[in-house]
């Protein structure tokens, strides 16, 4: 079944500066790859996804990209701000009537 | 138009006891998907079912966990003789018909104290 690898489990980053979170999957077969962001105490929320046929994705500060040779996607969160603060999970799917297998998260703190 | 609904959010069991989670999914959405997240981890899969049909429950535990979808009512994740590593906390997800090809709605989660 998939696979996703998420990287890293943490990440620090300066009010201001960028921050980049990367994940690996292993089913060829997936085409369809949300990023969902969960704030304390609430259910993960959508805020980007990208299918298969396209590279790359963005949405006002935020971007995705995606290497199927490789079998890799990123999120860029650019000019971070400290409501950018919670964990992200990266997930991966086939698409219709398949689950959606999540990354284990990575819990971005946005410094003053 | 409400969100998926959980309840209760916080339940707390005795080792033994039974635990059920109830999900009612975004007005208009037939799938409904069941996570598990335990402390500092990731969304484990449990199960994914459209009403009246479990479509993929290959990430359910063989044994105490079952997971329904009626034709009226929530959805229902149901938890038997619980133990202390049952302790996490429950997602339910809900999406519109044509399934998980595109966004999930989480509910808020029902947080398990197994004592």
């Known amino acids: 079944g998939e696979n996703v690898e998420q990287h890293p489990s943490t990440l620090s980053v300066q009010e201001g500066d960028s921050a980049v979170i990367k994940c690996t999957y292993s089913?060829?077969?997936?085409?369809?790859f949300p990023w969902y962001k969960q704030e304390l105490g609430k259910g993960p929320q959508l805020i980007i996804d990208?299918?298969?046929?396209?590279g790359e994705k963005k949405d006002q500060r935020i971007a995705v990209t995606l290497n199927k040779t490789a079998k890799h996607f990123s999120l860029h969160i650019t000019e971070t701000q400290p409501e950018d603060s919670a964990v992200y999970f990266c997930?991966?799917?086939?698409?219709?009537?398949?689950?959606?297998?999540f990354g284990k998260g990575t819990r971005l703190h946005i410094l003053p | 138009n409400a969100g998926v609904m959980q309840n209760p959010r916080h339940l707390v069991r005795r080792r033994g006891q039974e635990a059920r989670l109830r999900c009612s999914p975004m007005?208009?959405?037939?799938?409904v998907y069941w996570y598990r997240q335990l402390p500092e981890e990731g969304l484990k899969f449990m199960v994914y079912?459209?009403?009246?049909?479990?479509?993929?429950e290959s990430g359910m535990p063989k044994e105490r966990f079952s997971a329904e979808f009626p034709k009226e009512g929530p959805s229902i994740l149901r938890i038997q003789q619980v133990v202390r590593g049952d302790s996490a906390a429950y997602f339910c997800?809900?999406?519109?018909?044509?399934?998980?090809?595109?966004?999930?709605?989480f509910g808020e989660g029902s947080r398990l104290t197994v004592l």
């Open positions: 997800a809900s999406s519109p018909p044509g399934g998980s090809g595109g966004e999930l709605f």
């Open positions: 089913d060829s077969a997936s085409n369809y």
């Open positions: 990208i299918r298969s046929n396209v």
């Open positions: 997930a991966a799917s086939r698409g219709r009537d398949d689950k959606i297998i």
């Open positions: 007005k208009g959405h037939s799938h």
């Open positions: 079912l459209q009403k009246e049909n479990i479509i993929d």
